[in-house]
């Protein structure tokens, strides 16, 4: 729990349409005196029941064409690193750029998402580069601890860089490069599967964060914090991501992925 993050940004944004993962790593850490926590990185385990076809289809996306764009011509996944980091340059400026981890980072934000609806996201594949954390608590008596109001505000900056980006521009980005982010999540584990559906299915789960009166509080059984509140310490990380924001930053992040969501969420047959 005391581990930031940040570092879900561009995914966040992404997931704010490509899903909630540059936060989660860009502020990703645990405090200075805190290891990471050891992560289980079993494989992902395909649905027993075959997927005819996408939940969610994309306007403008092929999905059984793996390799292009209908858009202009795209690098084969292995070739993308420079690319995208281009776009993203474009889209969000030149401070996000200087953080984007060097390789395979289409493959980060896809495996970032995918894990973003479950407990834990794997170190190993964070997306951009650990920043320094202003995670901060005070002392509420024995072995309670408040998630400070200068911990919510360090988000601040990076919810209005979310909270100004052209959700347009966003899913137009997503659009041309989703074959290969649906190849990355081909070779993660899924060949029926669609990353589409796994990202909408990620907004969902984000969007379901509970509104938590505040301060709130957390214990320190060992090294890392967690939440006193039981039902809130079960939740999954993308949700714990909103909660450690603080409820006015959160409420603005749910409001962008509201927007992405009714872009790239086909809702005709559910």
């Not at 795209?74 to 993308?80: R, T, V």
Request: glycine share 4%.
């Amino acid at each position: 729990m005391d581990r930031d993050t940040s570092s879900w940004l561009i995914p966040l944004v992404l997931a704010a349409a490509v899903g909630a993962c540059l936060w989660y790593y860009w502020n990703n850490i645990v405090n200075q005196d805190a290891a990471p926590p050891q992560v289980s990185e079993q494989p992902p385990v395909e649905d027993s029941e075959p997927r005819i076809g996408p939940l969610h289809p994309i306007p403008g996306a092929d999905f059984a064409d793996q390799t292009q764009s209908d858009l202009r011509p795209l690098p084969p996944l292995n070739e993308s690193d420079e690319y995208f980091r281009l776009e993203l340059t474009d889209l969000f400026g030149e401070p996000v750029a200087n953080i984007i981890v060097g390789t395979r980072i289409i493959e980060r934000v896809v495996a970032t998402v995918d894990n973003l609806p479950r407990g834990h996201v794997a170190e190993r594949m964070r997306p951009v580069s650990a920043l320094s954390s202003g995670f901060s608590v005070e002392s509420e008596g024995g072995n309670l601890y408040a998630i400070t109001s200068d911990s919510y505000h360090r988000y601040d900056p990076l919810v209005a860089v979310v909270s100004s980006v052209d959700a347009n521009i966003l899913i137009d980005l997503y659009r041309r490069y989703y074959p290969l982010f649906q190849k990355a999540y081909v070779d993660l584990g899924y060949p029926r599967g669609f990353f589409n559906d796994r990202l909408v299915e990620a907004i969902d789960d984000m969007l379901a964060t509970p509104v938590v009166e505040e301060p709130v509080i957390l214990i320190r059984p060992h090294v890392l914090y967690e939440f006193e509140d039981p039902d809130l310490e079960s939740r999954s990380s993308g949700q714990k991501l909103m909660l450690r924001m603080g409820s006015d930053n959160a409420a603005l992040i749910k409001e962008k992925l509201r927007q992405v969501r009714e872009m790239i969420a086909n809702d005709v047959n559910m």
